[in-house]
Nanobody
Framework: EVQLVESGGGLVQFGGSLRLSCEASGFTFDDYGLGWFRQAPGKEREGISCISSVDGATYYTDSVKGRFTISTDKKNTGYLQMNSLKPEDTAIYYC??????????????????WGRGTQVTVSS
């Protein structure tokens, strides 16, 4: 059974940091790129970062560039280090696996497997 399980979310103050983890099972993790998405209340899901399985290249949407860092251990776990958090980063964060990660335009329909999400809340 394919599974992606996010963890590491929580409540943090403005300017703080969190590291999200995404543990994968049931498929060959290293064959897939990893993406992170988020969905704030009342808003559409937004792709914010991905890392390519081909060359390890990383991509970020403008709203998180310079503050967030995506990585994997190339075994079964992906990470999203989030620094300098702002209230507008408050959302449910999802990880997802894809065979396509090649630009900062991160589209959810290109992702095959999804986690259930973890809540991140940033207080002002």
């Amino acid at each position: 059974e394919v599974q992606l399980v996010e963890s590491g979310g929580g409540l943090v103050q403005f300017g703080g940091s969190l590291r999200l983890s995404c543990e994968a099972s049931g498929f060959t993790f290293d064959d897939y790129g990893l993406g992170w998405f988020r969905q704030a209340p009342g808003k559409e899901r937004e792709g914010i970062s991905c890392i390519s399985s081909v060359d390890g290249a990383t991509y970020y949407t403008d709203s998180v560039k310079g503050r967030f860092t995506i990585s994997t251990d190339k075994k079964n776990t992906g990470y999203l280090q989030m620094n300098s958090l702002k209230p507008e980063d408050t959302a449910i964060y999802y990880c997802a696996a894809t065979l396509t990660c090649g630009s900062s335009i991160i589209l959810d329909y290109e992702y095959d497997y999804w986690g259930r999400g973890t809540q991140v809340t940033v207080s002002s």
